[in-house]
């Protein structure tokens, strides 16, 4: 039997899905989007996860697509890039956003293409100071897919996105936290044990109110002012008509830590 292509592991309520083709930097075939996709299904569909961290096996965290897959074009077969995007990194990438738990990615070393990009998509993302971030596709006469046109000008803004996206140059991780594409970079050897504590503690607290934070923060983009008030008004009911609030506030009152439940 041949290895999986995603290894799933569980450490409490933290779901850790690695990405596991380290020979060709994890790189993306149709075989692991179809593994990612149905881990992602089952950490969603299981009630005792309460985070996801994605990560790379080997020295890379994802070189996005693998070029060498049958019908990339390298073969003489027509390529159908379209499809491959439509068919598997649009549902990969809305699938990461609407996880009903947080999703942090580790960023263990390089990460381009698509698989900078899926990163990107997650809602915290952690590099080790040895990671980079490359937007590989001009170099290959394409364009950034994976969210990248969406995600990068909202990150960094225009002139930073267009800049990264054109000229395609490695972004060290210690650099991309400075300009605020990614949340923190920290030295190689704390990279696990940091965002295992991050994910332990997000883990604790309110998945139902993550989600919807991560919710209301993307559909406020386009909105006006008093829109994103009216919203943020209505998500509060839905919230506060959780067991998680009341939960929140009890525990708050009674000066002990909070036990949330809700997904
Ligand atoms: O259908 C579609 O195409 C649409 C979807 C597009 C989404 C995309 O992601 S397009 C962008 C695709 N990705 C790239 O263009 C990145 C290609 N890779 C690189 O530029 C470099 O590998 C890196 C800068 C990421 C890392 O460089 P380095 O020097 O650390 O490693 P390396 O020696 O280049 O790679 C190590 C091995 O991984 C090597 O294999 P080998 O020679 O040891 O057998 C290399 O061929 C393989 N590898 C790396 N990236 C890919 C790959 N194999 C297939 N596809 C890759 N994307």
């Not at 990560?55 to 965290?61: D, E, I, N, V």
């Amino acid at each position: 039997m041949s290895d999986p292509l995603v290894l799933i592991t569980t450490q409490v309520a933290v779901r850790t899905l690695t990405l596991n083709r380290p020979a060709a930097l994890n790189s993306f075939t149709a075989a692991m989007h179809a593994e990612l996709l149905a881990a992602l299904d089952g950490a969603a569909a299981d009630e005792a996860v309460r985070c996801v961290v994605l990560t790379g096996a080997g020295r890379g965290f994802c070189a996005g697509q693998d070029l060498s897959e049958p019908g990339m074009g390298a073969d003489g077969q027509a390529a159908d890039v379209e499809g491959v995007v439509e068919r598997l990194y649009k549902p990969l990438a809305l699938r990461i956003r609407s996880m009903p738990v947080p999703v942090i990615a580790m960023v263990n070393g390089v990460a381009a293409g698509a698989g900078a990009n899926i990163a990107l998509g997650c809602d915290i993302v952690m590099a080790a100071r040895s990671a980079s971030f490359i937007q590989a596709f001009s170099k290959i006469g394409l364009v950034p897919d994976g969210g990248g046109t969406w995600l990068l000008p909202r990150l960094v803004g225009r002139a930073r996105a267009i800049g990264l996206a054109m000229t395609g140059d490695k972004l060290p991780a210690e650099e991309a936290q400075a300009i605020g594409l990614i949340w923190r970079c920290v030295d190689d050897a704390a990279l696990v044990e940091t965002t295992m504590a991050l994910a332990a503690r997000l883990a604790t607290m309110s998945s139902r109110a993550l989600a919807a934070t991560r919710r209301i923060l993307d559909e406020a983009m386009p909105m006006d002012y008093a829109a994103a008030l009216g919203q943020e008004a209505r998500v509060q009911g839905e919230m506060s008509r959780g067991a998680d609030f009341a939960e929140g506030v009890s525990a708050f009152l009674q000066k002990r830590p909070a036990l949330f439940k809700d997904r």
